[in-house]
């Protein structure tokens, strides 16, 4: 099978060679693919607004021996709304980034693909960063490294109306006694209670999901460094975003 086709989301893009682009697709399909884009960072290219980072398109590969190459591409969405607000552009690069660390070449997963896709829609309505957080807790959920929030990993006390200090080690949250000199990232009670609403809540009720300036940056924080050393990979965009 020489062509194949796609229906994806660029989720990454760098530029290649003189004039061509190497992009990253995850597509419904077959999940994570690449792909080089030829002569799109030419003004008249026609592939030049389907291949831009966030677009959603049909795509039309050719299989290569090394690399595949975009044969054709028809944009269903540009997600303009995303380009237009600092913050959404943040959020959704920081999603797309854990989508592709998270996940490996070839291999389909399209639980996360309609997450994905769902949240660059949503993104037009919801606040970008508890959106992001949102977005986060449900891909852990779906590759199944989810933190346990309620009880400590180690001695198995329920942790109620106390600090925790997340764990990426111990798979979630431990007490006071517990964390010894591990590293962890300290996460209050009311941080725990809106991650597990953040998880759970349709996306209509999202919305109304508020946080404070310090809940922000435990749950961002603590979602960073839960990922970076379950995946053993760096979160630049996430760095970068929430000066984390
Ligand atoms: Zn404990």
Redesign the pocket.
Known sequence: MAVYKADAIVIRTREYGESDRLITLFSREKGKLEAVAKGVRKPKSSQRGGTQLFTYADFLLYRGKNLDTVNQVQAKESFVHLWNDFDRTIAASCMVELLDVATTREQPEPELFFLTLSFLFWLKELDPYIAQAAYALRLMHIQGYLPVLDH?Q??G?PLESEQSFLCAEAGGV??A??KNNRVVKTLNPGSRALMKQLLRAKPDKIDRLRWNQSMKGEILGGLCFFCEQKLERKLKAWRQGSKL
């Open positions: 400590c180690e001695c006390k431990l007490c006694i517990c």
